[in-house]
């Protein structure tokens, strides 16, 4: 207890460092060794990018100089070596990362498994991370349910998702029909936590202000906590992750999560034993919380752990697409016109149809140019090899190293002529030429561009991103006019393999003249 209160103590301070008794520093230090001579081997010939010396331990320096300079570091080195492998230290440990001529066959491979990454990374085995968990338990409820269910309720949840939409707008954007700043990314990601949360678990809980703001704090928390714990050496996290105050913050989410949900679980549950006892046939909800009792059908599962799995992996993936375009619009307001004709004619019209969204070629076309000048991350598919793999070229990933496929292909200028520009009509344009109309859609995934991953490890809940995002797109861009402050040149921010939209973004929007009611 004692000793615990002086981790406690030493950890309520920003570095990993341990001053602490005697008897722990022997215990730590045995640990460590263990640790040190239990890492994967150096099968691969492969060269570092960032080597290390022999008593860097854990390598907290040149993970963290990867941290920072990941992006600059991988970018210097795909400009001298295009199609050659490397190795490096990052915060989730040894990782190979392969160029993008290697895309399918990590898409392919079996050896390659995410789940066995996240499971490392996001230290399933600990309470906090109860959303990964569940992500990884071997019945892959969350991957079915996305991927079967929400996929297949996606045309009743259009108008639905835009209700909830065309309110939150009006909240955080404002009626004022004179120029005033909007936070983007604060707006963004309360207009995405609720219009996503509108579909996880129905109308009820969308609208429970503790809910959305435990659901968004957990989103970023939880992350944060994982990357935190990750920087102590794996022996001791079971350990110190209680007081790391991350950690505790992510167990508390967790907590208030469980408290807001699991009474609606239970009443639901309990009405349906009324009604089946009284022969009658019980509601039918409309929400992931019923699609996840129905796919358990009776199985055990943790039904907190998958909604926060739902919303962590929505959140601020589909807030940074939406994001970026509003950047990128503000910056080219030419093709805000055609892209309200577009609208006028689509849901102006007719109102929402089961096919609108398909309709809306020009706003996909300007989400997925957004989506390959900047992918949420600069090398994706990250997975970790569970036995040494022997690519078709001979190249080999040791066993225990993460890999991932750099994004650079999105930036080639053989496949995309003008590969730093913004064009708004490229994928457009390309979805008119014989062969390229599937792969040129937002929501579908080929060699070329990959930012929603690639085959069998595809993004799953991509139809589900894609079509909130374009509801949430329709509503801002019917109803304000916008522009980025004076003098503020947005740039994106990079750390480790991530690539976040700049997040000091305030727009000025105004209100316009209502045209329609969307
Ligand atoms: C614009 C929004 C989104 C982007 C850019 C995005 C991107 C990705 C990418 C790239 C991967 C593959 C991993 C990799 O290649 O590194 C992935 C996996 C995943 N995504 Fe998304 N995602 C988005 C939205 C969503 C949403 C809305 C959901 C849930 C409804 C979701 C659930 C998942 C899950 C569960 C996985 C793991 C898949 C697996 O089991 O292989 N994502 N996402």
Known sequence: ?????????????????????????????????????????????????????????????????????????????????????????????????????????????????????????????????????????????????IQRDLTKALPKLTKPTSDEASAVIDETFTLKDVYHPVILSDAILRIITRTTSRAFLGDKICHNK?????????????????????????????????????CRNARAQVKIAHDIIMPVILERRAERARMEAAGQAPPEYNDAMSWFEQAANGKDYDPIGAQLALSFSSIYTTADLVSQVLINLAQHPDVL??????????????????????????????????QRLKPIESALMRSLAVTDVKLSDGTVVPKGDVVAVSSHRMWDSELFPSPDKFDPYRFYHRRQEPGKE???????TSVDQYGFGLGR??????????????????????????????????????????????????????????????
Request: with cysteine; hydrophobic share 45%; aromatic share 12%.
């Open 1 to 145: 207890m004692e000793a615990f209160n002086t981790l406690d103590h030493v950890l309520a301070g920003s570095n990993p460092t341990i001053a602490v008794t005697p008897n722990i520093a022997i215990l730590v230090s045995f640990l460590l060794i263990i640790f040190f001579f239990s890492r994967s081997g150096n099968k691969s010939d492969l060269p570092f990018l960032n080597p290390d010396g022999i008593f860097g331990l854990n390598h907290s320096r040149v993970k963290k100089e990867f941290e920072a300079d990941g992006k600059d570091m991988l970018a210097a080195w795909f400009a001298a070596n295009p199609d050659k492998p490397i190795r490096l230290n990052c915060d989730t440990g040894t990782a190979t990362v392969l160029p993008p001529k290697y895309a399918t066959e990590v898409s392919t491979q079996r050896e390659f498994d995410l789940f066995e990454f996240l499971k490392d990374a996001y230290h399933v085995h600990l309470p906090g991370f109860d959303g990964f968990a569940e992500v990884c338990q071997p019945a892959h409820l969350v991957n079915n349910v």
């Open 210 to 246: 503790k809910w959305l703001e435990n659901a968004l704090a957990h989103a970023a928390g939880v992350f944060t906590a994982g990357y935190e714990l990750r920087l102590w050496p794996a022996p001791i996290r079971p350990i110190v992750h209680w007081f790391l105050p991350k």
């Open 337 to 370: 016109e055609p892209l309200r004709e577009e609208i006028r004619t689509v849901v102006g019209q007719k109102g929402w149809q089961n096919d609108s969204l398909f309709n809306m070629k020009l706003l996909d076309s300007v989400m997925k140019e957004t």
């Open 438 to 444: 599937a792969a040129s859609q937002l929501a579908n």
């Open 457 to 518: 490890r595809a993004c799953p809940g991509r139809f589900f991103a894609t079509n909130s995002a374009k509801i949430v797109l329709t509503h801002i861009l019917m109803k304000y006019d916008w522009k980025l402050q004076d003098g503020f040149e947005p740039k994106p921010v990079y750390r480790a393999f991530g690539i976040r939209f700049d997040p000091r973004t305030v727009i000025e929007a105004k209100r316009r003249k209502e045209e329609f009611h969307v």
